[in-house]
């Protein structure tokens, strides 16, 4: 079994529910990246989701859009946060998956990517604009027990979920809500009848992302699935401290305490 997967089945099996913290990789630097997952992980976090900056990044709202142009500006790359891994992959334990756009792959190579990810430990890969009929191209070279091809479930996606949800491995990333990312709070107005419909077709845990930004939001949304996903508030957390790992942790202990 992946060990994304593995993870969130134990504690699931353990009558606990999972927490998913993102970053973006290079904001406020990228010498800053490897204190940072340490934060995350030293704070709670039982999955980091590493953002690897790209120009045109459709599913993120304007927070993280910003965070990753910063990224951009100050020369993160791929190449830089492979180089960041390599060196502390093994004093970070948790599972890391990257929210990563397709063309990223496609520049790097295919198969290349997914060889490197597999030596330097990515146990998963989030890849928003990668639609079910597409990803032949990368899961030919996929072996999922290493790298997991995290599949999306959206409030529009109900007859799509039979199929798209069939063949995922690591996490079902359940979109809570219309639109990008860092909408506060802004949930599917039928939330509950909709996490249910996901159930239906996952056969590995169900986690639910955007919007979520507080305490409060972590406890309501945690009651329906196996994990939460912050990542927005994260990001402003991190821009607001200039990349304090300290109140970075103290933050995540903060929206941990509400599972």
Known sequence: MNRIQQVLTDRKNENKKSF?????????????????????????????????????????????????????????????IFEVLEKCRKNIKAPIAFLVY????????????????????VDGLIIPDLPYEEQGELVQFLNQDKVAMIPFATPTSEDRMAFTLKNGSGFVYTVSSMGVTGRESQFHSDINNYISNVYKYAKIPVAI???????????????????????????????????????????????????
């Open 102 to 121: 397709f063309n990223t792959l496609t520049v790097y190579g295919v198969e290349k990517f997914v060889k490197k990810c597999e030596d330097v430990g």
């Open 209 to 259: 992302g955007f919007g979520i930004s507080t305490k409060e939001d972590v406890s309501k949304i945690s009651k329906l699935a196996d994990a939460v996903i912050v990542g927005t508030a994260i990001v402003k957390n991190i821009h607001r401290s200039g990349g304090d790992p300290v109140e970075l942790k103290s933050y995540i202990e903060e929206l941990i305490s509400g599972l």
């Open 20 to 80: 998913i913290g993102y970053l973006t990789a290079g904001d406020p630097s990228i010498d800053k990246l490897e204190v940072l997952l340490h934060a995350l992980v030293d704070g709670g976090c039982d999955v980091v989701e590493i953002g690897v900056p790209f120009s045109d990044p459709l599913a993120d709202g304007p927070v993280i859009q910003a965070a990753g142009q910063r990224a951009i500006d100050n020369g993160a790359n791929i190449y830089k």
